[in-house]
């Protein structure tokens, strides 16, 4: 059968619509991005605001203290090189993940390359109290100011291999994060709102854990959930997942230290 | 959990003499509920914060007992009256010898 010219403009707008909605689907507007904090509790929010309700400013000054604390083989503290208060810190943890020397670093890996290399201390373990203090100490310092992820040529392999997770379904459930923090963000999965999966206020003082975990914890949470292998912590799928998250985020303000449900 | 514990009270340093006052209390503890057991099967003991009082002017105004169930990083809120100037002070006791003291000041108007 022969299409007339108006039926072929027809279907070219048709076309251009569903492209047009495809491209539009795939991403939240920033004017409609959303920390999970709105979606808290009020009691939870002031727990989050209200320094003295906090839980996670225990790891804040756990960390002061072992900023301060000379370590390692070379017996220098952080604050030898960049201060005692910390406040050199501010606005780095909104750069992170990050290129350095060619290779992606999160914060905490920044942490331990920096213990390995000025301190000539061991690593510390992802998700020990030390760690989580420290770099819950170091992001602290960027409390309200906006996340800085650019796309650079030096990080955009990574932070494109962080989007193809995003949007890669795994596991035996076969869901991608895009598929609920993205299409279905807002909707409910049980009984609880599906956020947008801004990762704004980390690492977080999560009152189901009771203790304060890293953005890597939350989402191999999420990995276990859809019965996928996790991926390790420290892992660089791990730091690309991260770095499309901050970049995803960028220009939304860190709450760190963040309280969540 | 490391004996170093840090713990909070926050109370108004000033009030109305007979007034209700808010005394928040917050103390850092795993609180290791002893059900629990290691990867190789191994109890986990319990070790939780058993008691807390606390003590305006040396008498006792509040007192919780603590059991497995309380979660971690317990934050108790209570009310009082404020009826003289002098301190407040908590006191957490439990498992494993665990012991903390904390104490504000409070002046009444």
């Given at each position: 059968?022969?299409?007339?010219?108006?039926?072929?403009?027809?279907?070219?707008?048709?076309?251009?619509?569903?492209?047009?909605?495809?491209?539009?689907?795939?991403?939240i507007?920033k004017?409609?991005?959303?920390?999970s904090?709105?979606?808290?509790?009020?009691?939870?929010?002031?727990?989050?605001?209200?320094?003295?309700?906090?839980?996670?400013?225990?790891?804040?000054?756990?960390?002061?203290?072992?900023?301060?604390?000379?370590?390692?083989?070379?017996?220098?503290?952080?604050?030898?090189?960049?201060?005692?208060?910390?406040?050199?810190?501010?606005?780095?943890?909104?750069?992170?993940?990050?290129?350095?020397?060619?290779?992606?670093?999160?914060?905490?890996?920044?942490?331990?390359?920096?213990?390995?290399?000025?301190?000539?201390?061991?690593?510390?373990?992802?998700?020990?109290?030390?760690?989580?203090?420290?770099?819950?100490?170091?992001?602290?310092?960027?409390?309200?100011?906006?996340?800085?992820?650019?796309?650079?040529?030096?990080?955009?392999?990574?932070?494109?291999?962080?989007?193809q997770?995003?949007?890669?379904?795994?596991?035996?459930?076969?869901?991608?994060?895009?598929?609920?923090?993205?299409?279905?963000?807002?909707?409910?999965?049980?009984g609880?709102?599906?956020?947008?999966?801004?990762?704004?206020?980390?690492?977080?003082?999560r009152?189901?854990?009771?203790?304060?975990?890293?953005?890597?914890?939350?989402?191999r949470?999420?990995?276990s959930?859809?019965?996928?292998?996790?991926?390790?912590?420290?892992?660089?799928?791990?730091?690309?997942?991260?770095?499309?998250?901050?970049?995803?985020?960028?220009?939304?303000?860190?709450?760190?230290?963040?309280?969540?449900? | 959990?490391?004996?170093?514990?840090?713990?909070?009270?926050?109370?108004?340093?000033?009030?109305?003499?007979?007034?209700?006052?808010?005394?928040?209390?917050?103390?850092?503890?795993?609180?290791?509920?002893?059900?629990?057991?290691?990867?190789?099967?191994?109890?986990?003991?319990?070790?939780?914060?058993?008691?807390?009082?606390?003590?305006?002017?040396?008498?006792?105004?509040?007192?919780?007992?603590?059991?497995?169930?309380?979660?971690?990083?317990?934050?108790?809120?209570f009310?009082?009256?404020?009826?003289?100037?002098?301190?407040?002070?908590?006191?957490?006791?439990?498992?494993?010898?665990?012991?903390?003291?904390?104490?504000?000041?409070?002046?009444?108007?």
């Open positions: 059968m022969k299409t007339s010219p108006l039926c072929k403009q027809w279907l070219y707008v048709l076309f251009a619509i569903m492209i047009a909605q495809s491209v539009f689907a795939a991403e507007a004017v409609n991005r959303q920390s904090y709105q979606l808290m509790t009020a009691e939870n929010q002031a727990m989050q605001d209200d320094p003295n309700l906090n839980p996670a400013l225990f790891w804040v000054m756990d960390g002061h203290s072992l900023w301060k604390e000379k370590t390692g083989n070379k017996n220098v503290s952080c604050a030898s090189c960049h201060g005692d208060s910390g406040k050199k810190m501010s606005g780095v943890a909104t750069q992170f993940p990050k290129i350095l020397r060619g290779k992606l670093r999160t914060l905490e890996g920044q942490i331990n390359q920096c213990r390995a290399s000025q301190q000539d201390a061991s690593a510390l373990a992802y998700e020990s109290k030390e760690l989580l203090a420290l770099t819950t100490f170091v992001a602290s310092q960027s409390k309200g100011m906006p996340i800085a992820i650019q796309e650079t040529p030096l990080n955009t392999k990574d932070l494109q291999q962080g989007k997770f995003f949007n890669e379904r795994m596991g035996q459930l076969n869901l991608s994060c895009a598929q609920c923090h993205q299409d279905r963000a807002g909707l409910k999965l049980g609880s709102l599906i956020p947008q999966g801004h990762p704004t206020a980390y690492p977080i003082y009152i189901e854990w009771q203790t304060m975990g890293s953005l890597q914890r939350r989402l949470n999420c990995m959930g859809v019965r996928a292998k996790q991926f390790e912590y420290g892992s660089t799928e791990m730091a690309q997942l991260e770095l499309y998250l901050m970049w995803r985020a960028r220009g939304m303000p860190l709450e760190t230290p963040g309280v969540r449900p | 959990m490391s004996k170093t514990s840090r713990t909070g009270i926050i109370a108004p340093a000033n009030a109305k003499k007979d007034s209700i006052i808010e005394i928040r209390a917050i103390a850092q503890h795993d609180m290791e509920t002893g059900f629990r057991y290691t990867e190789d099967g191994k109890r986990i003991p319990r070790d939780i914060i058993r008691l807390f009082t606390c003590r305006y002017n040396n008498e006792e105004v509040f007192r919780a007992d603590f059991y497995s169930g309380i979660g971690a990083n317990p934050l108790i809120i009310n009082t009256i404020a009826v003289a100037s002098g301190t407040i002070e908590c006191r957490w006791t439990g498992d494993d010898g665990y012991e903390a003291v904390n104490q504000v000041n409070i002046t009444i108007s």
